[in-house]
């Protein structure tokens, strides 16, 4: 079937709150991956230390960011099995955004930021849902089309919003410009809820 017929009928609504959530969540966990790094090495108690030094730093907190979301991926199965797909994309979405408001609401240090870093990882495991969940939003002829262009649409979106919230680090902060970034996961979060629910056991 054509794109064009993921916006006609019933399956329009679904692909639109698919296209939203996809793309909401994705600038959040971009924009953390790419300007959270810049954050780091701008910390004042980093400023008398070596390039390498930081660099170093930087790593380690990237590594434990991706070892958090690999634990994350499998909290999300699991709180898929227990609460189903739709409440688990929600409740880690919830969870991912009052990581991001830890990490940034407020100045921290490196010890005090990295433990939230570790939470944002642990709950980026929604996005190991997606690729189980999107599917089975539509029609069985439609799925492969659909969850591969809302899914992608969304990476697009990502692309330009990581640029977009990358202009406020002009003023030479880069934790405001990911405490705006973070504000996108709560409309995911409300969209994500009135999605329907769907099941493998039927």
């Known amino acids: 079937p054509p794109i064009f017929d993921l916006f006609r009928g019933k399956v329009r609504s ?8 996809c793309s909401l969540s994705l600038t ?16 004042p108690e980093l400023a ?16 434990i960011v991706m070892a958090s979301a690999v634990l994350g991926n499998f909290l ?3 709180l898929a099995t227990l609460l189903g797909y739709r409440r688990a994309i929600a409740f880690m979405l919830l969870g991912f955004f009052f990581s991001y408001f830890g990490a940034y609401s407020v100045p ?23 690729t189980m969940y999107l599917p089975p939003l539509f029609p ?8 591969g262009f809302c899914y992608n649409v969304g990476r697009i979106a990502a692309a330009f919003g990581t640029v977009f919230f990358g202009l406020f680090s002009q003023v030479g902060d880069f934790r405001i410009a990911l405490l705006y970034a973070g504000l996108l996961i709560p409309p995911a979060l409300l969209v994500a809820w009135i999605l329907p629910e769907v099941s493998y056991h039927r």
């Open 14 to 21: 679904v692909s639109v709150k698919t296209i939203l959530v």
């Open 28 to 43: 959040a966990w971009w924009a953390f991956q790419f300007w959270n790094q810049q954050h780091l090495r701008n910390l």
């Open 48 to 63: 008398t230390w070596t390039g390498q030094h930081r660099e170093q730093l930087v790593s380690k907190s990237f590594f």
């Open 76 to 78: 999300a199965g699991w």
């Open 108 to 130: 921290r240090g490196y010890d005090s930021l990295v433990v939230w870093l570790a939470c944002i990882g642990l709950f980026s495991g929604v996005f190991g849902l997606f």
């Open 140 to 147: 069985t002829l439609l799925r492969t089309t659909a969850a």
